[in-house]
């Protein structure tokens, strides 16, 4: 019968008016009329406008300067506002010094890899032959996206389990007895100082290791619970994997000159930029600092890291007073940083040749829409009337708080700027008065 009717009715739509079939399906008529088509909705940042008067230096002061004098901002706040066309700064209060930086050290972390490494290259995890038949070692390359879960937490994340069907296929008859993995490729320890206690174990960080999966999470969600041991964890998956127990794992180094059975290759490393910057993921973070110190011939450590990318700003031009880092994700309290140094990344990323480094402006949240600013600028009296406008880089650390970011104000002309506080003591109230200060940034023309 439903088979009947279906036909009936598909016979109808072919040979009857529209009317008809309107009546059947149940459905009103569309009646179309001509008109004036709705205008588009304006770009989130508009084409930078070189052509409009620039803000003066006395305009934005005094837009911007009560506003950074909020209670809650502490005593002591910093800022760096550069007009991204010229390169001039057009206010500033202590913009080179050094400051703790928080998670807004991830913006000097994207800069750096993707100077050396460049937005299209991928970390690949291999595997080759061991010593006797059966063994295979999986050799680490610091990829921390590898893929367990049945949809990998990083977008275009290689998977643990293509990386075992290769090498089940190249060994053929052969069958795997012992995993060994060997995570040489880094070196030193893998918690940085001055992270707090809880920095491996409150669910937004882990121990730093090039071998992991999923960023060491135990489950699918951001602020999951971390393996204690990421590589041996990441190991055993692998073994698991091949259909290898995981008393037959063990860590150790490749053989020279092995045969290689598979590999796999993490996402561009644009988009991985993107997604650290975006949900401010630190293993992330700390992971891709270790590929500049890789890059530079330094050791892919904490301490190598730093130095790395400290050299790679210097070659770029750009200011180093006050840098003083000791990680990548800014979960350290011992970093440095100063507002100058992130308006100047910001602004040199900018340019059109640079696009190099324009993984960094598509990385930044964007107010009231996306990643760790998807619930700010939602309120008029919380720099509500700035969302969608501003792209920023969050920062956070107990009694810390900075952003840093870029913003088009009213005439068009594109600002970098930094704002960064570090005696807050009500981190609720210092978030709203920032967010007001980009706001008062965005809605201000300041001639």
Sequence with gaps: MALVVALAMAATSVFAGPEIVDALMGGPKAHWRAGTAPPAPPPVLAVMDTQTPMPTESGVSASLAPLLSARGLG????????????????????????????????????????????????????????????????????????????????????????????????????????????????????????????????????????????????????????????????????????????????????????????????????????????????????????????????????????TAMKGVLQELGLPVTGYGLVDGSGFSRNNRLSPALLTGILAMAARADRGDLHAIFSGLPVAAYSGTLSTRYLKSQEGGSAAGLVRAKTGTLTGVNSLTGIVVDVDGRTLAFAFMADQTTDGNLAVIALDRVAAALAACGCR
Aim: proline share 7%.
């Design 75 to 306: 005593p002591h706040i910093t800022a760096s506002v550069v007009d991204v066309s010229t390169g001039q700064s057009i206010f500033s209060s202590e913009q080179d010094a050094a400051m703790t930086p928080a998670s807004t050290t991830k913006v000097v972390t994207a800069a750096a890899v993707l100077a050396v490494r460049g937005p299209a290259y991928r970390i690949q995890t291999r595997v080759v032959a061991g010593a006797q038949p059966g063994e295979v070692v999986i050799v680490a390359g610091g990829d921390p996206t590898l893929g367990v879960f049945p949809t990998s937490y990083y977008p275009g994340a290689a998977r643990i389990d293509d990386l075992a069907a290769k090498v089940k296929k190249a060994l053929g008859d052969t069958a795997p007895t012992k995993v060994t993995y060997d995570v040489s490729v880094f070196s030193g320890n893998g918690i940085a100082p001055g992270w707090d206690s809880d920095a491996t174990t409150g669910g937004s960080g882990a121990v730093i290791t090039p071998l992991m999966t999923e960023g060491g999470r135990t489950k699918p969600a951001k602020y999951s619970d971390r393996y204690a041991q990421p590589d041996l964890q990441a190991a055993q998956a692998f073994a698991k994997a091949l259909g290898v127990p995981t008393n037959a794992v063990a860590a150790g180094t490749a053989p020279q000159g092995a045969r290689e059975l598979g590999e796999v290759e993490s996402a561009p490393l644009a988009r991985m930029v993107e997604f650290m910057l975006q949900e401010s993921d630190n293993v992330l973070a700390d992971a891709l600092a270790r590929q500049v110190a890789m890059a530079k011939n330094q050791p892919a450590s904490f301490e190598g890291a730093a």
